[in-house]
């Protein structure tokens, strides 16, 4: 039987691998037959998600992607013990609930940081010779709320919808390097950062967030799934878009 | 922080003149809305480094409960 989103023989570096969306999707990866490298700031709990994972070859990284500059660097390094990999997902990310009259430039400044800018730097980390693979493929993690708005959501929705032009610029301008670059914009997923947001907001309206889902609250398989449909060969002709995985949110 | 700092730091989320709140009032009787909830909890965070969670400020019904949520933080 064909599987058309098979990974065998690609080397996948996953960001935020230690939970939710990135953990699921490294998971994934390894039973698609890939080879994940893990990358998050918390080590047991990378090693955690490393012992779900299938096969062997995996990779642990415990990195702070808050050395945004040392990024590419640093994917090098890494790709010369590994070899040139196929492609990376960034998931990791940081949400923030917060009115605008008491937003700051730092806060600003820090959910860029880990939202976009190390996103950027991880693709000019990937393009460099040696570092990918010929074809590959990048996934930012994005969100509805990069696309549509919530009351104390502009830093979050900014940095969010920031990843879906880089995604445009960057597929244009890589494409000859033979990299796509696409995003993948989830609604609300059964994740640990949706259940810190669930401490901040009065059970009414979450729950009227819920019932904003005609599907229900996803799952994280769910955003996974899509991910790697962009990443396999499943995705080798799209590039530059954003791929929407919301149960229904956005509809209305 | 001081008790009149603390009711500063409230005028100015609640975007009222400063002094106006003396720490007595029921939430529904000044400008208490969900907004005003989110930014209290970022207020927490910020000033006293407390994680507060929204049902912990949903039971407070008076400037006075918020004031408890605080706790040894607020000195008279």
């Given amino acids: ?252 | 922080m001081k008790r009149v700092e603390f009711l500063k730091l409230l005028d100015e989320l609640l975007e009222l003149e400063p002094g106006t709140l003396r720490g007595n009032e029921a939430l529904d009787s000044i400008p208490w809305d969900s907004l005003a909830l989110i930014g209290f909890l970022a207020m927490a965070d910020a000033h006293f480094g407390l994680v507060l969670t929204a049902k912990d400020v949903l039971k407070c019904e008076s400037v006075a409960d918020l004031m408890k949520l605080i706790g040894d933080r607020i000195s008279n």
């Fill in chain 1, 1 to 252: 039987m064909l599987n058309p989103m098979a990974m065998t023989g690609r080397t996948i570096l996953v960001t935020g691998a230690s939970a939710g969306i990135g953990r699921e999707t490294a998971l994934l990866l390894s039973q698609l037959g890939g080879q994940v490298i893990l990358v998050a700031r918390d080590r047991s709990r990378l090693e955690e998600t490393h012992s779900l994972l299938v096969g062997t070859g995996h990779r642990i990284e415990s990195r702070d992607l808050s050395m945004l500059d040392e990024i590419p660097n640093w994917l090098q390094q890494i790709t010369t013990e590994t070899g040139p990999i196929s492609g990376l997902v960034h998931c990791a990310g940081m949400q923030m609930l917060i009115p605008l009259r008491q937003v700051t430039a730092v806060q600003v400044g820090t959910m860029m940081n880990i939202n976009l800018t190390a996103a950027i730097m991880l693709a000019r980390g990937l393009r460099q010779k040696g570092v990918h693979a010929l074809p590959a493929s990048i996934v930012f993690v994005s969100s509805v709320m990069g696309i549509v708005g919530a009351t104390g959501r502009s830093v979050y929705s900014s940095s969010k919808g920031a990843l879906i032009a880089l995604a445009k610029s960057l597929a244009l301008e890589l494409s000859k390097d033979g990299l796509r670059v696409n995003c993948v914009a989830p609604a609300f997923v059964k994740t640990a950062m949706l259940e810190q947001m669930q401490e901040l907001t009065a059970t009414a309206q979450f729950e009227a967030i819920e019932s904003a889902h005609p599907l229900g609250i996803g799952q994280p398989r769910d955003v996974a799934n899509a991910i790697a449909f962009l990443l396999a060969d499943t995705g080798r002709w799209i590039t530059g878009t954003t791929l929407v995985v919301d149960g229904g949110y956005m509809a209305s």
